[in-house]
C-alpha cells in the first residue's frame, strides 16, 4: 500500500487521538507512530516537532473550533460582554466533552501539575488574548501603569477560572454534565458582579452552590 503523502495537521491530531484512546498510551517513537499510519517518519516533522507540541497543539485545536462556532452565530455578534464569555464557556466544554475520554486520559496521565499547565500553555496564551479582546469594563483607574497591572490580574483570574471549571467538568459525573453547566453560569455571572461591585447575592449563591457539590462528593 502506497504511504499518505499530503497529511495536514489535523490528520496527525487524528491519528494521535485515536492511537492514545486505543491502546492506552502514548507511542513509544513517532516512527513506531508513523508506521502504524502508515506515512514516512519525516512527514510528522513537517508538522510537529514532538509528541509534547502535538499535545500541546490539540488543546489549541479545541480553541479554535470554539471562536470558529461563534463567529458563526448571528446572535453571538450581538452579546454583552458577559453573554459572550458564557457562551465561549459553553462552546469550548462541548467541544471538550466531544472528546472527553481523550482529554481525561490527557490530563490524568500527567500526575504532575505543572507538567500539566505546560500542556495547556497554548490554551492559556489565546485564551487572556481572548479575555483581552473582549474588553471587559473594570475600575477606570487614573494611572496608565495600575490600569494595565489591572488587566493583566484580570486576565489571569479568568485563566483561573477556567482551570476551576475544567477540573469541574473532569469531576462531574452528572447526566450530560449538566452540573458544569450550572457552575460555568453561577462562576461567570459571579466574576462579573465582583468586577462591577454588585451586591453579594451571586457569590453566596455560588458558595452554597459549591459546598452543596463537595459534600455531596464526600457522602459517595
Do not use: C
Not at 517513537?29 to 513537517?46: C, G, L, V, W
Not at 499535545?55 to 470558529?68: D, L, P, Q, R
Amino acid at each position: 500500500m502506497a504511504k499518505k503523502k499530503n497529511l495536514s495537521d489535523k490528520d496527525l491530531i487524528t491519528f494521535y487521538m485515536d492511537y492514545v484512546l486505543e491502546n492506552g498510551e502514548q507511542p513509544k517513537t513517532i516512527y513506531a507512530f508513523a508506521k502504524a499510519n502508515n506515512f514516512d517518519e519525516r512527514k510528522f516533522y513537517e508538522h510537529f516537532g514532538s509528541f509534547a507540541a502535538l499535545e500541546k497543539s490539540i488543546f489549541n485545536v479545541f480553541f479554535e473550533h470554539t471562536i470558529v462556532s461563534l463567529q458563526k452565530s448571528e446572535d453571538y455578534a450581538h452579546f454583552d460582554v458577559r453573554n459572550r464569555l458564557l457562551a465561549f464557556y459553553f462552546t469550548f466544554f462541548e467541544n471538550l466533552t466531544a472528546n472527553r475520554s481523550f482529554v481525561l486520559y490527557q490530563l490524568n496521565a500527567h500526575k504532575n501539575r505543572l507538567k500539566s499547565l505546560r500542556i495547556l500553555s497554548g490554551l492559556r496564551e489565546r485564551f487572556q488574548d481572548y479575555i483581552a479582546q473582549l474588553n471587559i469594563e473594570t475600575i477606570d483607574i487614573k494611572n496608565e501603569q495600575l490600569n494595565k497591572i489591572q488587566q493583566r490580574a484580570l486576565q489571569e483570574s479568568a485563566w483561573f477560572q477556567l482551570l476551576l471549571t475544567l477540573k469541574f467538568w473532569m469531576d462531574d459525573n452528572s447526566p450530560s454534565f449538566e452540573k458544569t453547566d450550572i457552575f460555568i453560569e453561577k462562576s461567570v455571572n459571579t466574576s462579573f458582579d465582583i468586577i462591577n461591585i454588585a451586591p453579594l447575592t451571586s457569590v453566596i449563591d455560588l458558595g452554597k452552590f459549591l459546598y452543596k457539590e463537595k459534600m455531596t462528593m464526600k457522602s459517595r
